[in-house]
T-cell receptor, first 118, second 111 residues
Framework: GDSVTQMEGPVTLSEEAFLTINCTYT??????LFWYVQYPGEGLQLLLK?????DKGSNKGFEATYRKETTSFHLEKGSVQVSDSAVYFC?????????????????FGKGTKLSVKP | DVKVTQSSRYLVKRTGEKVFLECVQD?????MFWYRQDPGLGLRLIYF???????EKGDIPEGYSVSREKKERFSLILESASTNQTSMYLC??????????FGQGTRLTVV
């Protein structure tokens, strides 16, 4: 079945450092890809998305490019801030026909906790 | 602003109690989901629903049931709460091939 693998955390960086969180996926069709962020004690919020190969999603200085050839969707930010400390989840939704009743379900990676120190 | 609202942020229940977690969305979405989130295990899908009165088991449905009597509301029921159901519970809603919108989460403690 479809799956998402993202780098294990925790990741600790100093303010203004460069961030990369790796995410790779397996899917039978052509999924849409997402990055979600979860701040402490909160639910998940959509950070960015990409719906087809070579699309780049971006938001709040974060970027990720949908790479079909490497089945990857790595999250990057050029200069992190303390306020970026959170858990980041990579996810996909499979746009194929209904299979096993899972109509467009989201499949998540396990999450990567990021801590940014001043 | 789109909204998914879970009825409680924090809940403490006793072992053996029947527990209801409520979720309401105002976006007229067809699909609604319940996840639980535990350290080191990420998000695990409990149940989902793609229409009123329709439900499908997710990866970990044991010990849970759901109800969807109206399109906007999706309830998670713990028939007899146990300590291993202490967790963060997250509700989400979405259209078929788009992103999901999440509620703020309910942290349930079973004592």
């Amino acid at each position: 079945g479809d799956s998402v693998t993202q780098m294990e955390g925790p990741v600790t960086l100093s303010e203004e450092a460069f961030l990369t969180i790796n995410c790779t996926y397996t899917a039978t069709g052509y999924p849409s890809l997402f990055w979600y962020v979860q701040y402490p004690g909160e639910g998940l919020q959509l950070l960015l998305k990409a719906t087809k190969a070579d699309d780049k999603g971006s938001n709040k200085g974060f970027e990720a490019t949908y790479r079909k050839e490497t089945t990857s969707f790595h999250l990057e930010k050029g200069s992190v801030q303390v306020s970026d400390s959170a858990v980041y989840f990579c996810a996909l939704t499979e746009p194929s026909m209904n299979y096993g009743g899972s109509q467009g379900n989201l499949i998540f990676g396990k999450g990567t906790k990021l801590s940014v120190k001043p | 602003d789109v909204k998914v609202t879970q009825s409680s942020r924090y809940l403490v229940k006793r072992t053996g109690e029947k527990v209801f977690l409520e979720c309401v969305q105002d976006m007229d979405h067809e699909n609604m989901f319940w996840y639980r989130q535990d350290p080191g295990l990420g998000l695990r899908l409990i149940y989902f629903s793609y229409d009123v009165k329709m439900k499908e088991k997710g990866d970990i449905p044991e010990g849970y049931s759901v109800s969807r009597e109206k399109k906007e509301r999706f309830s998670l029921i713990l028939e007899s709460a146990s300590t291993n159901q202490t967790s963060m519970y997250l509700c989400a809603s979405k259209e078929l091939y788009t992103e999901a919108f999440f509620g703020q989460g309910t942290r349930l403690t079973v004592v």
